[in-house]
């Protein structure tokens, strides 16, 4: 690194009436150290080989430059690489180019979408937005959304507002139904919410991963028997083992003959729906109340990134409404932060903006398709006759050897990671009904068709040993 970084003479903050030049300077080594970092990032490994020594604490003086452009270069690559084309292991792809770019804005402009005056262009450019991925999903004039820093937040911001609706908000017999394979975080929002154990239903998955709809109707009948008060049905689009899609026309149905807000969870599978003909299998969504999608998973918008889609505002505002009393704003401003749990939040929605406008709806297509075309091509090298393979229509992928017991396959599973760690493949072993069965996730762009097949082969050898 040149010497001339001693001399980096950087303000505490950037200031009025200069040039910035030092600031400029750091934002350009910065880069450099990310961009290299980027370039090697095939020679490196998934998982960082070393250890950083980095040290927490500030000392009584902010140190130079060049000693935080080390600790930055040290943190970086005692990283996760999700860049590494044998990056396969979770729902964590490596980071859309533009989004990089997105967060550095963000950071810079520091705006806060709590508020229409503390964040008045990138407030209205959510909305917009919003409304637009509301429209794809088929969602009417009343409809819109909110970001959330997570698909956690936005399962709770719709539960939330579900139960709202309900009138059940302080009532101890409130119930919402999952399926059993739908993602632990609505075992997280049941404890916030204060949902009983017992009131946190899940119906059992058929073969393919889907809720079982007569099991589903009989659920139902039992719970109100017992006195329990359903609030909401959440249908999965896109499990987070096997990538199946709950039957949502099915289920939407079930829920407005019984006046149950429908919710889907569509983290992972919710972003097909702005694609046409990715997937044929993902459409009547409007039926829905509610949908979560996480443009941060397969589209590779950088985390966080992930929208609660309603298909009438008005639901959201009457929930989360306080007034804010900090905020001198008229009647007609709808301002953000009362759209959800989160009071400050950061400017997320430039780096999807950006993200969608960059990409196009080729660029989009291509992705989602990619990832598609990259686990059809695994399954079909994959031995058949020696394993058993769990996934739906999306991009994951999980699978364990036949004819063995549990304990044969979490140690087959367990060593089969590790070897192919070895050879620079990160993949996930995941529990699935009580054993640990091993999971790829080919949301990564890098990945090219000779990784999938060196990795479908050394899977097969590995059985055969
Ligand atoms: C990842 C995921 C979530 C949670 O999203 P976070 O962004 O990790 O909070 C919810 N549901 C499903 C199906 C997921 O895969």
Not at 119 to 138: T, V
Request: hydrophobic share 40%.
């Amino acid at each position: 690194m040149d010497s001339d970084l001693n001399k980096l003479l950087i303000d505490y903050f950037p200031t009025p009436n200069t040039e910035n030049k030092d600031l400029f300077k750091l934002l350009n080594q910065t880069s450099k150290i990310i961009c290299e970092w980027f370039s090697l990032s095939e020679e490196l490994s998934p998982i960082p080989q070393k250890k950083n020594n980095l040290i927490y604490e500030p000392n009584k003086y902010g140190c130079e430059i060049k000693t935080l452009l080390d600790d930055i270069h040290s943190l970086i690559y005692s990283s996760f690489n999700p860049s590494h084309p044998g990056s396969l292991a979770h729902l964590d792809p490596p980071p859309l180019t533009i989004s990089i770019v997105g967060d550095l804005i963000a950071g810079a402009l520091n705006n806060n979408l709590l508020a229409e005056e503390l964040s008045p262009s990138i407030s209205r450019l959510e909305d917009d937005l919003c409304k637009w991925f509301a429209m794809k999903i088929g969602f009417e004039d009343s409809s819109g959304g909110i970001a959330a820093s997570g698909g956690t937040l936005n399962n709770l911001n719709a539960l939330v507002c579900a139960r709202f609706k309900a009138g059940l908000t302080c009532d101890p017999d409130a119930s919402f139904i999952v399926s059993e394979e739908a993602h632990v975080s609505f075992k997280k929002c049941a404890k916030i919410l204060g949902i009983k154990d017992e009131n946190l239903i899940t119906i059992e998955t058929d073969i393919y991963g889907k809720m079982n709809i007569s099991k589903l109707n009989k659920k139902i009948e039992e719970s109100n028997l017992l006195g329990k008060k359903i609030f909401c049905i959440v249908a999965t689009l896109g499990t987070t083992i096997r990538g199946s899609i709950d039957p949502i026309f099915e289920i939407g149905n079930i829920c407005k003959n019984n006046n149950i807000w429908f919710h889907i969870d569509g983290s992972i599978g919710g972003i097909f729906a702005i694609s046409n003909n990715v997937i044929n299998k993902i459409s009547n969504l409007s039926i829905a109340n509610s949908i979560t999608i996480n443009p941060q998973k397969l589209l590779g918008i950088t985390k966080t990134s992930s929208l609660l889609l309603v298909d009438d505002i008005n639901h959201l505002r009457k929930t989360f409404y306080t007034g804010l009393p900090y905020i001198d704003s008229s009647e007609e401003v709808l301002n953000r932060g009362e759209l959800g749990v989160q009071g400050s939040r950061p400017a997320e929605i430039i780096k999807l903006w950006l993200g969608l406008k960059f990409l196009g709806e080729e660029g989009i297509n291509d992705i989602l398709k990619s990832s598609i075309m990259k686990k059809i091509l695994f399954e079909n090298i994959l031995d058949k006759n020696k394993f058993n393979i769990y996934s739906g229509s999306l991009h994951i992928i999980s699978f364990e050897p036949k004819n063995m017991n549990f304990e044969q396959i979490n140690n087959w599973s367990l060593v089969t990671k590790k070897f192919l760690l070895e050879n620079k493949i990160m993949i996930s072993r995941p529990l699935f009904k009580n054993r640990y069965v091993l999971r790829i996730v080919f949301g990564n762009f890098n990945t090219k068709k000779s990784h999938i097949i060196k990795l479908a082969n050394l899977i097969n050898n590995k059985i055969n040993e």
